[in-house]
């Protein structure tokens, strides 16, 4: 799962800020990570040796920014095993048999509860 979280994991990162957005398949729900500043944001290397460092350090806080968002994203995503969707805990039952979305549960007159049932929305 977490390599299709990976895969669907879109980024909106600038150079002075780490964003990162996925969206339910089900509901359409979109969940971000809150934005995190880059750590040399607003300051111009004095020199090209510091260009070469602070594109090494925007690297390293871009991997880490990046790894926190897919790890929060698989927190509040499941992947449905009849549609093969990523869905979110709201659109994601728990059944007797086999977890699976909405959508499928109710083709299949399934019965199940929601993970989150009632909660707002989540910011990854």
Partial sequence: MKKLVELMLENYSTRDTFRFRISCDACGTEYANKPVRFSKSGIDPPNESKKIIFDAIYEQEFRHARQTALSEAAENLNFCPICKRLVCNRCFLICDDLDMCK??????????????????????
């Fill in 103 to 124: 959508e499928c549960a109710a083709k299949l007159n399934e019965k199940g509860k929601p993970v989150f049932p009632d909660t707002p929305e989540i910011a990854i």
